[in-house]
């Protein structure tokens, strides 16, 4: 499996969520971490940020 160049930190910056969220998302989805350093697998960063996108869509069609 390759490595992602992003960490959890860079993630949670990327789509302004604090590091916590991102680390409480990796929790729920069973991703190791050691830190929000932690540079993480290919497959694990795109299973985060399609989650992420997935939370965003569903507040925007709320407020809809």
Same mark, same amino acid.
């Given at each position: %499996?390759?490595?992602?160049?992003?960490?959890?930190? *860079? $993630?949670?910056?990327?789509?302004?969520?604090?590091? %916590? *969220?991102?680390?409480?998302?990796?929790?729920?989805?069973?991703?190791?971490?050691?830190?929000?350093?932690?540079? !993480?697998?290919?497959?694990?960063?795109?299973? !985060? $940020?399609?989650? !992420?996108?997935?939370?965003?869509?569903?507040?925007?069609?709320?407020?809809?």
């Amino acid at each position: %499996m390759g490595f992602a160049d992003l960490s959890i930190a *860079e $993630i949670a910056a990327d789509y302004n969520l604090s590091e %916590m *969220e991102v680390l409480a998302l990796c929790d729920q989805l069973g991703i190791a971490y050691k830190s929000s350093k932690t540079r !993480i697998a290919l497959e694990d960063a795109k299973t !985060i $940020i399609s989650h !992420i996108l997935t939370q965003i869509q569903s507040s925007s069609n709320q407020q809809d």
